[in-house]
T-cell receptor, first 112, second 115 residues
């Protein structure tokens, strides 16, 4: 089955800095890679996703990159704000018959 | 659009007792998932339904956990008997597929504490 590794487990940055979270996956059949943000005590919410037919996708301050050859994908947050503080999860699966495997999460702390 | 609904939101039971969780997915979503999220970890898929059929239940501890989605809409997840290590948040999610694109939405979760 799919195995997703996520690093780092904790990331502490100053407001305005950039943050990068990296994930690797094992199953070359995976073609759908979503990222979720989970605030304390709340549900995971989809913030951005990428499919294997594209290498990069941007949405305002967040971007995701995908390297299928190396089987890794990354989340980039620019101009971080205190409200970006949360746990971020990556996941991988096969779109259309999606059975997702999640990473262990990265706790992002943005200091004002 | 109404979101995924779950109940109860919190449950405290003693070990060896039974407990059941309920999930109502977003209307029209054919796929329903149950996840277990232990504190400090990512969600772990327990079972996935497509309409009323099971797609994957390979990580469901079938000696104590069971789930059903009889009419292809609401679903229940049951634990009988509960163990201390079952303390976790149980998340329900639903998704729709448009072509090869899948979008998944999570419910608020049920926090279970087993004493």
């Amino acid at each position: 089955g799919e195995n997703v590794e996520q690093h780092p487990s904790t990331l502490s940055v100053q407001e305005g800095d950039s943050a990068v979270i990296k994930c690797t996956y094992s199953d070359s059949a995976s073609n759908y890679f979503p990222w979720y943000k989970q605030e304390l005590g709340k549900r995971p919410q989809l913030i951005i996703d990428i499919r294997s037919n594209v290498g990069e996708k941007k949405d305002q301050r967040i971007a995701v990159t995908l390297n299928k050859t190396a089987k890794h994908f990354s989340l980039h947050i620019t101009e971080t704000q205190p409200e970006d503080s949360a746990v971020y999860f990556c996941a991988a699966g096969v779109g259309g018959s999606y059975i997702p495997t999640f990473g262990r999460g990265t706790s992002l702390i943005v200091h004002p | 659009e109404a979101g995924v609904a779950q109940s109860p939101r919190y449950k405290i039971i003693e070990k060896r007792q039974s407990v059941a969780f309920w999930c109502n997915p977003i209307s029209g979503h054919a796929t329903l998932y149950w996840y277990q999220q232990i504190l400090g970890q990512g969600p772990k898929l327990l079972i996935q339904f497509q309409n009323n059929g099971v797609v994957d239940d390979s990580q469901l501890p079938k000696d104590r956990f069971s789930a059903e989605r009889l009419k292809g809409v609401d679903s229940t997840l049951k634990i009988q008997p509960a163990k201390l290590e079952d303390s976790a948040v149980y998340l329900c999610a639903s998704s729709y597929t448009r072509g090869a694109q899948e979008t998944q939405y999570f419910g608020p979760g049920t926090r279970l504490l087993v004493l």
